[in-house]
């Protein structure tokens, strides 16, 4: 199937795929790359360095700059804006202009601003009218200005470990991720407090080789957003809450962890982020083996693709 160049567009580039549309009004300089089935709706310009992947579509008003690359399949909505330059001034272009990355599947919403160098991950979405300043996770949904992390697209959502800790009355609480089980440990609680407790080879599914503790992180911010390749974990939100994102490449949950009397086991191969910090929150891990950088797996793609070759 051609491509098809609307009459009243201006296409300058022969590096168009087949079944791509550039509607009316539409800019494309020559050393652009469009690639196939992609929609480039009116009043689209792109300039020379501009790589777009494959099912692509770019709605009315925006303007690819040089720098700028979409993957496969990415979505970006009306008036949406890249910035390439940090510092412009004109008449003075910079040697090299910042590279935006918006990698496959992701979406942007419309009048959305994406600051110069910024990448964005798979899969993820910036709500429209959003500011986007830093770099945004794989799946993660971000909106304001500045955007910020408000949840993960996809991802199921389960009751909070508080609620479930005094409605279910089972030990061990089974996820639709692979390996993933919210368990309850061992509780008393009289009039001089309360008290958890874990008995490692009874209570916890492996025996710890380390633990650490995280805390004092800001709202705003991440933690996480990594696998392993053999360890295990257990999370325990000690104190105050924290929003755990559980993926096994096929189903992800999230899981608020908000009492200290209810542990999330995490396996080896399933990607965790912890996000939503409360100001108070402490969050202790426990660690099946001692720190090994060659565990970590910290590209979301590689770890897809891991997942999918042992499938």
């Keep these: 199937m051609k491509s098809f160049i609307h009459p009243m567009a201006i296409c300058e580039s022969t590096k168009i795929g087949s079944g791509t ?12 790359q469009i690639g196939a089935d992609c929609n480039i709706n009116d009043g689209v310009f792109v300039e020379n360095d501009v790589i777009v992947g494959d099912r692509v579509t770019v709605k009315c008003g925006v303007q ?31 040697a090299e202009f910042a590279v935006t990355v918006v990698a496959h599947g992701a979406s942007i919403g419309a009048n959305a601003t994406i600051l110069p160098g910024i990448n964005i991950g798979p899969g993820a979405m910036v709500g429209a009218g959003s500011v986007v300043t830093h770099d945004v996770p794989e799946n993660a949904v971000v909106t304001g200005n500045p955007a910020r992390i408000v949840g993960y697209a996809g991802t199921l959502l389960v009751p909070p470990a508080s609620q479930v800790a005094t409605s279910v009355d089972k030990s061990v609480l089974e996820s639709t991720v692979a390996g993933v089980s919210l368990i ?23 025996v710890p080789a380390r633990f650490f503790f995280v805390y004092a992180v800001p709202s705003n911010k991440v933690r996480g957003a990594h696998a392993h390749r053999s360890c295990e974990q257990l999370l325990v939100c000690v104190n105050g809450r924290v929003n755990v994102v559980v993926d096994d490449g096929k189903h992800r949950e999230e899981v608020v962890l908000d009492a200290p009397r209810m542990g999330l086991h995490v396996p080896a191969m399933v990607w965790a982020t912890e996000y ?16 090994d950088p060659a565990d970590y797996i910290r590209d979301y793609d590689e ?5 999918r070759a042992a499938s």
């Design 21 to 32: 549309c550039i509607w009316a009004f539409a800019h494309v300089l020559p050393g652009a």
């Design 64 to 94: 690819l700059w040089d720098g700028i690359r979409l993957e496969d399949e990415v979505f970006v909505g009306p008036n949406a804006t890249f910035a390439n330059d940090p510092f412009p001034r004109s008449g003075k272009p910079p």
């Design 184 to 206: 309850h440990l061992p509780h008393v609680q009289d009039m001089r407090g309360q008290l958890a407790v874990a008995e490692i080879e009874r209570d916890i599914p492996f």
């Design 276 to 291: 939503q910090y409360s100001t108070d929150a402490v969050l202790m891990v426990l660690a099946s083996q001692s720190y």
């Design 303 to 307: 770890f897809i693709a891991l997942v």
